[in-house]
């Protein structure tokens, strides 16, 4: 996430209040999730086992709870609770603010969009042009839809990231403070969900048509052209390439890759990433060759133990 | 889909811009996709694998991209676009007219029926005597209900047809024409989703049960007193047969039949048509017993290779 | 459930219309389907399976379809149609009443607590403070729900138990009297479904966290800081106790327990009790590790044969 405007270390440090170490005029541009940063961005770490991963990543500013020597041209923030300070300076940024209306006097539609009844929308919400959303769709704040794109009803954009941190006294949630981004001619079926990202955008690239019932978690980006059947799951995290095509009911786990192509056969399960250019089945997934030969081979399993056996007997 | 009056080969030609053979005052009285066609529909075929077919269907009228001879007793419209031709009659004949209110003016709502805060009915929607419909459902235009129906919160009942045709430039989108037809006594789940058909009905049989999160495809027919868990998925034009019960997120390809009475276990994927009568468990599904025979057996596996090893080594 | 005041016998069984055996002033306090009955229940029997079970079970009062001998210190209401008995009279104490305004006069909201558009609170729903409901959600007459909970858009709290009884003429519905109760903390994600109980309550656990897409059936009771991922399915009458982790798409069977600290990977099956502490995979599931030792010797396996063969063949 961007912030609003330029931030010096010694005004973040005041809103956050921790101790810094840099230079207090230090520029700050934007607060961001490790996966997602850049540089002028703040970002947290509080375990030892990622201390280097954040210290040597491109963001400038780091929130650390141990007294570390501060890298050549970056800046740091003190904190016993780095978690805590990160989700509070989120929170600072991106203020919930309570809806008095379904349409919000912020968000924009495009000329030629029909937007129908009982569809909600937040703060700052762009519709382009020549869009059709239907009756009971939640699109919630921030989210950007392209044009000529369709959203069947009671489809949901833009809810919170499903991320939380494990604290002895029970979980404690990460503040989305990213986006989703809809791009122009996709097609959205009926009780969709797609989450925010958690500090950077989740993506539907052009083209790209979903059928309904289908889930994707926060910052996956998915290219153009692609084919989703009913009831897919995707977690968060994700990178999907250009035309693939997911059959009804395929579940994919986080952070992985699925290469430009590839078709998923009904209800696999996706643990790894995988090239493009195949057929996959099953769960976990495996070309999906060698997946019907296994089939085949458990089929015949009684008879083939059965010949071994009495081979030898004789 | 019958058209709203009966129209001449060359009023169709005229409303199509296409070139035409036979007779100019042949009867055209529907337009269909090749599943569905009857003697007096108009349907199209873009490829020479298919030609036969289409020109062999019921349909009296077909839309063609080659000059091919004119079959007795039936007319033909030519077009380098067959795909666009039938896209652009349908969307002439079906115009979708955005809502100004949450219950249109032409829905009907039979006595003792109860539509709770937030439903949507479309135009021409028919909901009949003493049913129940609870907040937030979505029921798209030219919905067809019976008597004594209960849907759950945040069903949606008639959205488009998951069905697109591969382009070079992206996919296309065939436009669904069809409704849905939902049965006497039917109870629906909270958040479903039946498409409609794309040129047929999409039919719900009279006391049938839907769970919650249930998907059900455009064209598929379900029977009488069917019973389907929750997460279920049902591909577009399925056959599903009257007392047919599909337990926990089973998911069931396109295009075909399960027998009256199967019983098919949870997490099932039903991947070719099967008879009834009889219990099915696993993806792909199998008779039930033979699955649990094969898990047996690859449970005992290591041990049963282990005794084929020491035998050969004796 | 309990009734709103005590009732004698005599009472119950004018409301009933049925005769009765036991003292006429024998005191009433609740009604309960079997699996959750007290001391003052009356429960219903109709098949001579289970007539022990229901004499012997803590309720009081028994509608029953024989004229069996009454048991010490109980009571019996006669009938031929026990089951239609008890479904009247639920529905002479649960009345359900259209709802005319999204926000029912019954409902409470506590302190602090965001409503936000277009959502539907039934009759005598309790929202407690500090909590967060997105827009489109529906929640069913008679919620309970605690503080700092966050339920995102779209999600239904509360529809009616799926719970249908095979007459030859159809199914016949149970008639759901029971609550949904969440505890402070929760966060419920888009496009959820949480039914009601039977005649209990269905109870999520203080800090528990669902993603989006989740089922959970009726009189389920999830403990604490449990976390389910997106597109889990839990059926009907399921003890899950605290801190387990059910990953996307897994699905749960009906009347089981799933032990503490449990981790159920995705995809997976839960098809009877399994004890806590341990990771569990497939469908069924078995201990994960030697589900992964399955999956490994299944793609050896050619290579085994072939070799065992070959040995065969010296």
Request: net charge neutral; aromatic share 8%.
């Amino acid at each position: 996430m961007k912030l609003p405007r330029k931030y010096t270390l010694s005004e973040i440090a005041a809103l956050a209040g921790t101790d810094f170490e840099g230079a207090p005029n230090f520029e700050i541009t934007g607060i961001n999730e490790i996966h997602m940063v850049e540089a002028g961005d703040i970002t947290f770490v509080d375990h030892p086992k990622y201390y280097d991963k954040a210290l040597n990543s491109k963001a400038t500013t780091v929130i650390i709870n141990k007294r570390v020597p501060c890298p050549e041209g970056k800046t740091l923030l003190f904190s016993d609770f780095p978690f805590d300070v990160y989700n509070n300076l989120v929170k600072h940024f991106v203020k919930f603010v309570p809806a008095f209306q379904k349409i919000s006097t912020t968000a924009q539609v495009g000329e030629g969009s029909v937007i129908q009844p009982g569809v909600f929308l937040g703060e700052n919400v762009v519709v382009g042009k020549n869009c059709l959303i239907h009756p009971n769709v939640t699109i919630y704040d921030n989210t950007i839809i392209g044009d000529h794109v369709v959203i069947h009803a009671g489809t949901v954009i833009g809810s919170d990231a499903f991320y939380f941190k494990k604290k002895p006294e029970g979980y404690d949630k990460m503040i989305s403070s990213g986006r989703v981004v809809i791009h122009n001619r996709v097609e959205i079926g009926a009780l969709c969900s797609i989450d925010k990202g958690v500090s950077g955008d989740t993506v539907i690239g052009e083209g790209t048509k979903l059928d309904n019932h289908i889930h994707i978690g926060h910052d996956t980006v998915i290219g153009k052209n692609c084919l989703f059947a009913a009831q897919v799951g995707v977690a968060g995290v994700v990178i999907i390439e250009d035309d693939v095509i997911l059959w009804g009911q395929v579940g994919v786990q986080k952070d992985l890759t699925i290469g430009k192509g590839a078709i998923i056969l009904g209800k696999s399960g996706v643990s790894k990433s995988i090239p493009g250019g195949k057929v996959y089945f099953g769960a976990p997934v495996e070309d999906a060759r060698d997946k019907w030969k296994e089939l085949a081979l458990i089929r015949k399993l009684p008879e083939i133990i059965e010949e071994l056996k009495a081979n030898q007997k004789k």
